[in-house]
Nanobody
Framework: QVQLVESGGGLVQAGGSLRLSCAASGRTFSSDTMGWFRQAPGKEREFVGGIWSSRTYYADSVKDRFTISRDNGKNTVYLQMNNLKSEDTAVYYC?????????????????WGQGTQVTVSS
């Protein structure tokens, strides 16, 4: 099992940027697929993007604004969020999936962080 801890959330104005980090511990996660999800109040958890090896995949709603990267030496995955919109407001979670390949469905991921709040003011 891997422990995941997100950080970097906060309050930002529309059009601004934030970078979320997800630090992993407990085992080497370099071969895991890592995903970012978000959940707004009253809504279901939704896929934001994922990274497997050097491949990335994004939801249409964040494509061209968000970028996922990973530093296996630091056991950390990042979510760079640019041009933030009010509809990006949510709790953001990172998740690890042991089988290869990016999945967009949350229950295909094995381990989850506690989440970090992102609030975008308009």
């Amino acid at each position: 099992q891997v422990q995941l801890v997100e950080s970097g959330g906060g309050l930002v104005q529309a059009g601004g940027s934030l970078r979320l980090s997800c630090a992993a511990s407990g085992r080497t996660f370099s071969s895991d697929t890592m995903g970012w999800f978000r959940q707004a109040p009253g809504k279901e958890r939704e896929f934001v993007g994922g990274i497997w090896s050097s491949r990335t995949y994004y939801a249409d709603s964040v494509k061209d604004r968000f970028t996922i990267s990973r530093d296996n030496g630091k056991n950390t995955v990042y979510l760079q969020m640019n041009n933030l919109k009010s509809e990006d407001t949510a709790v953001y979670y990172c998740a690890a999936k042991r089988r290869p390949g990016i999945a967009t469905i949350w229950y295909q991921y094995n381990d989850w962080g506690q989440g970090t709040q992102v609030t975008v003011s308009s």
